[in-house]
């Protein structure tokens, strides 16, 4: 991925399809920080506090196993508005 590819990736939020990819008022997200998804956000509307704390692995094309890989994100220590890339797994 070049830098152009990351650029189109910021404000938008990941599952969300190409027609409307920004946020949407009334939800919550999270920003997925380093790793494949920077800079994409996550909604994590309606999750409870022990889902937040678990971290998530988010499947995706553009990691280190390709298709059928997922990016694995820990929320950051003291903001919980972040998610921080702790690696790729099959």
């Known amino acids: 991925m070049d830098s152009d590819d990351e650029q189109l990736l910021r404000g938008r939020v990941y599952g969300q399809d190409h027609e409307h990819p920004g946020p949407r008022p009334g939800q919550r997200y999270v920003e997925l920080v380093g790793g494949p998804l920077d800079g994409l956000l996550l909604d994590v509307t309606g999750w409870q506090?022990?889902?937040l704390d678990a971290g998530v692995a988010l499947p995706t094309e553009l990691g280190r196993f390709g298709a059928g890989?997922?990016?694995t994100y820990d929320p950051r220590a003291g903001d919980p508005r972040?998610?921080?890339w702790?690696?790729?797994v099959p």
């Open 86 to 88: 702790s690696g790729d």
């Open 82 to 84: 972040r998610f921080d």
């Open 49 to 51: 506090p022990e889902q």
């Open 69 to 71: 890989g997922r990016a």
